[in-house]
């Protein structure tokens, strides 16, 4: 099977059972993998609205600029004039633009960045919704013609998603364009659209991303108890710190302590203070995390490692709204936003007797599940992409993408420790590259596609329904997305075509 047949038919059977909310996943993993084969560096996917293309979905390379909520007419006229009616795959060339594109050509030399562009018209029911258009920051990029004549196949599967959420122009996630529109790299535009501070950002594109701020959003005008859940390295403080800078109190710093680093016989003090003179070692008065939160929000991390009589004086504290000093007898009131949060499963604790139900009950009013990294390898991308620029940046490196194989392999394992992981891998990556093409190795313990489907002896037990994830999603790998025939990933895996398929469908594996 050629490359391109490959590609064509992981597409299609991602889109035999492909569900409405997955049709973003799928466009944003369709244009990374035609990006890949073509050899170019980015994909933008503009829909038509009433006053010209708008631009939709984006994916690039590592180190590439991209944008999205962006108006083709006004910074690129001349490709608009060229494209609009155009039922042919066009090419663009930064050099041999006429006179009359001036401003495409500043568009294009100053922030846009490709130097070489093929433009795809889209086409649903006979009816001209859009174009996508492959870039090249080298200019010198030359596609074979094949692989431009079996661009209109690929790019129709893409239309065919579309036409799943309904009548084509009814599909309008995005509003109509303002008169102006600026270009934003995908950091940029994540720290816009999450309304979040530099240095706290949470990048993703997947609908548990989409999902997970959207209730963020809705608490975090309230002064609610929120409790965060999910595995370590997820990015639990992140979150905490996104409801805080959406939150009324967010004139005041977030105050964060992680229970778990506390002494026993220091934690009483650390959380409520204490007078000078009330134990061995007390020189001055200090003051304790309720009171330096007051009127702000204190975030408690790992909460489940409280031991107990520190959950009895928590809870003591939450409900009466006032504490004491360690050494005093004067009641301090306390005006704080309490978000906890643990990796550990506290409904079991409390029924292993290790953690109060009375306790859990008042800091269960909201919670709030973060996804493992393995249940939405499509965000894997904007995650490196992200880290490639924060550590070109910080180590003065020139990274512009990274081998087309590693995303694909990167999506595949299993992340136990999650994006905290995925940085370090980047990170370290980053260290040893010599060249401007990151290489990206999966962790050691992964099981790469060459070995058996086989467990590593110290990766985290998961439950039986991430476990099978883990291993379809390998078994896909290793046989390249193929799911029927002797080397498919139903043979390897020992079961019926179609209940792979059906399973596939169950657990929301649509991406292969």
Excluded at 9 to 38: C, E, H, R, W
Excluded at 163 to 180: C, I, M, T
Aim: with cysteine.
């Amino acid at each position: 099977m050629t490359k391109f047949e490959q590609l064509a038919t992981n597409l299609a059977v991602s889109l035999i059972n492909l569900p409405n909310g997955k049709i973003d996943d799928f466009i944003n993993t369709a244009l990374m993998q035609i990006v890949q084969y073509l050899g170019m560096d980015r994909a933008t996917f503009y829909q038509f609205r009433k006053r010209g293309f708008f631009a939709t979905h984006c994916w690039a390379r590592p180190g590439v600029p991209t944008k999205t909520k962006f108006y083709l007419p006004n910074s690129l006229p001349y490709i608009y004039s060229q494209v609009k009616d155009s039922h042919n795959v066009r090419l663009f060339s930064l050099s041999k633009f006429p006179d009359e594109a001036a401003r495409d050509k500043a568009t294009f030399a100053k922030d846009y960045g490709p130097r070489f562009m093929v433009c795809n018209p889209i086409f649903a029911n006979q009816k001209n919704i859009g174009y996508i258009s492959f870039g090249s920051l080298d200019e010198n990029t030359s596609v074979p013609k094949d692989k431009i004549n079996k661009l209109t196949l690929l790019t129709t599967l893409i239309a065919n998603a579309l036409l799943k959420q309904g009548p084509v122009g009814q599909y309008n996630k995005f509003p109509e364009p303002p008169a102006f529109s600026q270009q934003k790299s995908i950091a940029d535009f994540t720290r816009k659209s999450n309304q979040i501070l530099p240095g706290s950002l949470i990048i993703g594109q997947s609908n548990a991303i989409h999902n997970l701020l959207a209730l963020a959003r809705k608490v975090a005008p309230s002064d609610t108890t929120v409790l965060i859940m999910g595995e370590t390295g997820t990015g639990k403080e992140l979150l905490a710190r996104y409801i805080h800078n959406l939150s009324l109190r967010q004139s005041r710093p977030l105050i964060s302590a992680n229970c778990a680093v506390f002494s026993r016989e220091l934690i009483n003090s650390e959380f409520f203070g204490h007078e000078k003179g009330a134990f061995t070692g007390a020189s001055q008065r200090r003051q304790g995390l309720f009171e330096t939160a007051n009127d702000s929000t204190l975030f408690l991390d790992e909460i489940g490692e409280l031991p107990n009589d520190v959950q009895a004086n928590l809870l003591r504290v939450l409900q009466e709204k006032q504490f004491t000093r360690i050494g005093s007898c004067a009641p301090i009131a306390t005006n704080i936003r309490l978000i906890a949060a643990t990796n550990r499963d506290l409904p079991g604790e409390v029924r292993a007797g290790r953690f109060r139900q009375d306790l859990y009950y008042r800091l269960n009013v909201f919670p709030i599940y973060i996804p493992p990294l393995r249940e939405r390898p499509e965000d894997i991308p904007f995650l490196v992409n992200a880290f490639v620029r924060e550590f070109n940046e910080l180590m003065n490196k020139k990274i512009t993408s990274v081998h087309e194989s590693d995303i694909m392999d990167l999506q595949g394992y299993s992340w136990p420790g999650n994006v905290r992981e995925l940085r370090n891998v980047v990170e370290r990556a980053m260290i040893m590259a010599d060249s401007q093409v990151l290489r990206l190795p999966v962790p050691a313990h992964y099981e790469s596609p060459g070995h058996e489907l086989s467990m590593a002896a110290h990766d985290p037990i998961l439950s039986l329904e991430d476990a099978e994830k883990k291993y379809i999603r390998m078994a896909l790998q290793k046989t390249h997305g193929r799911i029927s025939g002797a080397k498919g990933a139903a043979a390897l895996l020992k079961i019926n075509p179609k209940t792979l398929e059906s399973r596939m469908k169950k657990l929301g594996i649509t991406r292969f």
